[in-house]
């Protein structure tokens, strides 16, 4: 799975997400997200990951073995 792939299905959940990857091991499936949208206004760092993993559901399953998460609002990321 190309973090092209992974950044897509994120955007198709979260219209506005700002989304980086970094493939930790070189192996494409240990990633590290770092998504930035509005979206997670209001929400809990449980109900942000929620929202992540949903997006990413049937890639967990599979291709991506870990992942680890940023999830930040706009404000947040300034």
Known sequence: MTADQ???KVRA?????????D?????SDHWKLRVVSSAFTG???MQRHRLINAA???E???PIHALT???LTPEEAR
């Open 69 to 71: 998460m940023d999830v």
């Open 23 to 27: 493939d930790l091991t070189g192996t």
């Open 13 to 21: 959940a979260l219209p506005d997400a700002e989304v980086k990857l």
């Open 60 to 62: 967990l399953k599979g």
């Open 56 to 58: 990413l559901a049937d």
């Open 43 to 45: 929400k809990s760092l």
């Open 6 to 8: 992974i950044a897509a």
